[in-house]
């Protein structure tokens, strides 16, 4: 009976201590995915993000204009 609790111990010990270290691992990834943001936010400001959607919404706005005309026409 002894052996069969020190058994038991242990499965539990090892499937604790694997929870354990996957649950540290998910949330060291979940610091360094934070980490690597942060970085990115120094890095990229609303001036840099207006100047390269500019175009963008030049493009937008020309597509909008013709499918305005195309369903005045129809």
Do not use: C
């Not at 242990?10 to 979940?30: H, K, P, Q, S």
């Not at 400001?45 to 919404?57: F, G, K, V």
């Amino acid at each position: 009976m002894d052996k069969f609790q020190e058994v038991i111990i242990t499965i539990i010990t090892a499937f604790l201590a694997g929870v354990g270290w996957i649950i540290r691992r998910l949330f060291n990834r979940i610091d360094e995915a934070h980490e690597r943001i942060d970085r990115l936010d120094s890095l990229v400001d609303r001036e840099y993000l207006e100047h390269q959607l500019r175009p963008i919404r030049g493009e937008v706005s020309l597509i909008l204009k013709t499918l305005l005309e195309t369903s005045k026409r129809n």
